[in-house]
């Protein structure tokens, strides 16, 4: 049994990152997609990556006053949802597929971030932001979202698609699962 399989997770799901810079309408985007993939009946997990330090709830709460004494894992619960806060201390962050295995089954887990990884990826790009384009330089980009044309140089097998008509990324999405083109975990 591995670690995945003792922790529930599946290696069944599909994974798609979703990545750009600041501002660009990445959780828009994916709040959008997970609530018509939810609708639709698919299991969805989220990964969010942040560099800031994270905090479940205020200091002055118990569960941080009890986190700040030192807990190593914090499990808050309630009726409605449970968090657990695990603190690292002097630990490295750990990578994707560690946390990954920690999720429960699902049909696709869209990761926001984690732009180094080696997975299939879209890009929501907006020239606006005066940011560069991260395609160029990440051939596990498969899909770029966008408020701009296509340019006429676009890689061979790269998709353009609106970012103002964010069904357009859904219907590919769910043929990408379908024919089962995106990573498994």
Known sequence: MTSGEKNGASKAGQILGVIGWS????????????????????????????????????????????RLAGAQDVLLASPYRYVIAHELRQEAEPSLDELLVRLLPADLTLVEGYKWEAMPKIEVFRPALGKPAIYPDDAHIVLVASDVAAPADLRPGLQWLDLNQPQMMLDWILVAMQNKILKKI
């Open 23 to 66: 501002g660009s309408g990445k959780t828009s985007l994916l709040e959008y997609l997970v609530k018509e993939l939810t609708t639709a009946g698919h299991k969805i997990n989220i990964v969010k990556h942040s560099h800031h330090d994270v905090t479940v709830e205020p200091p002055q709460k118990d569960s941080s006053r009890l």
